[in-house]
Each structure stands twice: as C-alpha cells, then as structure tokens.
C-alpha cells in the first residue's frame, strides 16, 4: 500500500503522461440534436466557441440551466467579439499494464473570434501546453489555433467556407476523446493542429472539407507530415448519414495513404444513436519506402441520452499496427458517462479496457498479452 | 405493445446490430502470420513502432521530449538511444549479446525499473509483446550470434568472417557475425580492422548506433570505451 502510495505520488509529478485536450465538438450532438456542428459552433469543424444558438441548446441541455455565454453574461461583450476558454483537468486509475492513481491537468485554452467584416471572421485559440524539455521558457503558452475565415453566409453556418492559417485539418467523425483509436491512430493525434488552407462547404445534406497542411515551421511539431485530407458526409435522412474520409501524408520517414468510410444512425425512439469509423491505413516506410505494412482502424459507438443533462457511450475501437502480422491487434471497450451539471460544468468518468489479440495468449511463446485500462473522473469547466 | 415496450425492443435490436457488427470488425483485425518478418532497420522501428507507442505528443515527442527523449522521428530516435544509453555499444556494456539488460527494453518490460516510481513504458497504453520482440531482434541484429560458440581469441571463431566478442573484464566472449546487410555491414567493425571490443561510437548522432547505417563513424579505443567516448 504505501508503495503503491508512492508510487501515486510520483506519478502525479510525472502528469501529462495521459494528456489532455482540446474538446472538439461532440459528434453525438449530430444528428441526434441538428444536423450540422455549425448550429451551434462558430468554426466550421465544430467545437471551439458556441454561436449564440450553442449557449441555448448548452442552457437548455444541461441539468441545472444557466447562462451559458461567457463567464455568465456578466461581461457585456462588443457583437463583433466572442470570448471563451475550457478548463479540464482529471484523476483516476491507469493500468499499462504498471498500475498507478494519477492526476493530470489537461487543458487550459482561451479563446477569441472577431468578426473582421460581413464575411470574414478571425479566430485565436491560446494556452498551456506541456513544455518542451530544455525550451521551457519557450513553450508553455502556445496558440494552438489561429486562422482566417470567410464564410459565404454572413453567420457562417452553410455554404462555403475558406480558412488559411492554423487548425486541425477536418478528418472523420472528430472524437472529443482523443485516446479514441480513430484519433490516436486515425490521422488527428492530441496537438496535431498545422497551418494549412481548407475549403469547406456545409449545408443540412451534404458537407465536404478538404484541407492542404504542411508541417509546421515555426515549433517542434507533433505532427511532421505535409499533406491532404478530405472528408464528405451525406445525410441520406435526417437520422442517417454515410461520410467518406481519405488522407495522404509524406514525412521524411515515411508516408501514409488512409481511407475510410464514416457512419451514423440515430433512433428517435429510444434516443439513441451510432456512430462507426473504418479506416486502411497504407504506411510506406524506410530507405526508398521499401517497407510497407497495412493497418486498420476503427470504433463503434453507441450514445444513449439519459435525462439530466447526461449522455452514456459506449464504444468498441480496433487497431491493427500491422495486418500480415497475428498478435499485434488491439482492442479498446471505452464507457464514458457525461455529464452537463450546468451550462458552465460537466463530469466526465471515462473508463476503458483495452486488449491485444482479443485477450489471447500471443504468438511465437509470447505469453499472454499485456492489458490496459482506464477509469479516470473528469472534470471540465467552461468559461 | 405500448410505447415503451416499442422502444425497449428497439433498443435490443439496435445493440445488437452494434455487437455484430464490433465483433465482425474485431475478426477482421484478428488475422494475420505468426511469423514476424518485419524489417529490422531503424526507420521501421521508429515509424511503425516507436512513434505511434512512445512518441504520443506528451511523451517522447519532438514536440515534448520528455526525459530528452525522442521517437517521433528517425533523426530523433538516434540521437535519443545513443545520447542517452537506451542501447549501449561499447566495450563496458555491448547490449547486442543481452537486449533485454538494454535500458530501452528495460523501461518497456519491468514495473518501475528504477525504483522510482516511474513506471512501465509506454504509460498511456501497453504494448504488445510481438513489438517488444521485434525491438530486441532489432537491438541483437549487429552482431548476430554464433550460438554456443565460446571463444577467447578471434582464432577460436572457426566460421570464416566471425569475431570474438569478449566483454570488458571478461576472459571469454561469443563469436558473432555480421551477416545480414540490412543488418549492419556498414557498420561492421572489422573493415576498420578493429576488434569489436575495442570499438566504439564517437559520433554521438549518426554513430555507428542500432541504426547500423553509418559508415565511417568508428575509431578505435585501446583501452575501450562507453557512450561513446574512449576511455
């Protein structure tokens, strides 16, 4: 016990290992709630600051109701102006399958987006970052986003969008959780936002985003690739829709090639809904790109929405680091409860377990795989 | 049946078409060879292993370092295992002969290795055995071992091409060879005309590490070596 304390204490120092993150939308909402993350959203990926019509469906969703605008409406904000930020930070058990009790802040971004003119609007995302070892002075504060935006629609939330500048390139179903396979392994890591130019265009049947990035110049990157991604969604019906998503990259290391299909489903009835991402992977690797292996990736989920301002999913994730390869398949069972207390807070307890080769012994007398898991309390606070 | 009733079974029949559908994708993932064939060079190791396990941004990324570590990148991963002593060459500690004593499988296989309590690598997800088997392969491919093959001089190595290894301090060693290219003939020690004992890293970043890329890159240490400076 007082190891395990110890232990505990040391890992605590040692945080960040987990990491934290910007929220992204949540692609429950549609669908289930609107069609299009723009409803509610000012950017054209989703998530970010809220839209006036964002701060009502929050004040309308959550248990105890309240305003939801920036630090409670209490700050008359010029119109062309709007200011947010999310906190987060977490605490819970770790198996890796070392077994720890950790606490970890996660994240701590402002926001800022001005209206510049009827069409263009210009938003920064700034705040804490884990340090880079030696350059600390250098790196705590970073702007994780900053980009320009035209928007066909003056309050940009159809038509057609162009962005230059700073952001994460728009791929797939955009998971809030970031440890989700579809975007740990899928293309879109925690901090892989680049400079790059998009062209977007959204309505309530159709959206289509396709962005050009390049490693960025100016830091140390997460991400070192160059590249181009496109994702297109279809609403068959206002409680279906189907997505295609294809990304190609190249790093000095190697280049991938991913394609995908996207899927959600949302029964009324029982206010339920599903949500599945596949996707191939094809990695070219070494000198001349000789090597090459091919992974698959993917997660089912199905959210239910409970009364009070709560959501429960649960999910299934598959990665496969090498499909000619047996045994080097994984395997994530993800629950995450949510919580909306009020406009301003959330609870989040996300759990997970995850298994290599369905839990079998591995081959070549490797022994019985190693397991992970996960049951961390979240707690998310709005500005 | 009320409305209730209605949903209820709704809900069954949606989860269940959720179960077969996870398990159908799980199968599909669940194929493959048990014979691991993979490359054994370093670019392989770093993109297909090193950088999505241990080079997550908040670990040993270019874009963190943590503990000065990189493996995000090819560049990154040399400096990081040579600098830093995760795979040690030289003549006090020639981790080729023993990968599972190398300070990079060490953090990857034992619960606190240090007794610091930092704990087992990677930290935010395990990682599968296959991988932990590959790294060593991959640690061990320079110098391959001639098994069961003792030796004290070079003489004792019948096997035309092979060399005894005798570790510092020791009287006896091994007799390895370097056979495989991609393996490491570049870095092969004996077109310097050096005993491999007696041979060492003095470039820290492109040394003769377990990229075995290099060339050129070794000098000879009479009185041996470690981390890459003559002693």
Redesign the interface.
Known sequence: MKRFTFITALAIVASFTIGGGRALAYPQFQLSRDQTCTSCHLGPEGGGLLSENGDVFVENNSQYGQSAAFFYDKFKLPSWLTLGGDLRAAYGYDRTPQQYLIGFPMQFDLYASAKLAKHFRFTVTAGYRPPEVGNEAATYVWSREHYLLWSQDPDGVKGWFVRIGRFMPIFGLRYAEHPTFTRAYGGTPLYSETYGAAVEYIDDKYEAHLTGFLKDPVIDPVAHDNGVALYAEWRLQPNVSIGVEGMATRSDDDRKFRGGVTAKYYLNGPDLLFMFEGQVVDQRISHDYGAELQQLVGEVTATKFLPMGMWLDVGLGHFDEDLRIAGLDRDALDANLHWLTTSHFELLLTTRLELFNQGRTQPNGNGPAPTGGYALLQAHYRL | MN?HA???S??VR??A??VW??LV??A???????V?D??L?A??V????L??ACG????H????????DVF????GMRESVIKNGLVLIDSLQFDPLDPDSAQLIVWLTK??PLG?????M??????????I?LLKEWIRGVPSIRQGTTCATNTDCTTPGDTCHIPLGSTSGQCVIYENPARGAQCDPRSKGLTHGQACIYDKLYGCGPDWNATALIQQCPNGCTQGACL
């Open positions: 409305a209605i949903a209820r709704c809900i949606a989860m078409r959720f559908t996870a994708a799980s599909i993932g669940a194929c493959g060879t048990n691991d993979r490359s060079d670019q392989f770093t993109a297909a292993i950088a999505p997550a941004a908040e670990c990324s270019t874009f963190v370092q943590k503990k000065t995000d990148t090819v560049a619960n606190d610091k309590g930092i704990g087992r990677p930290i935010d997800a395990p990682m599968p055995f296959e991988d088997s």
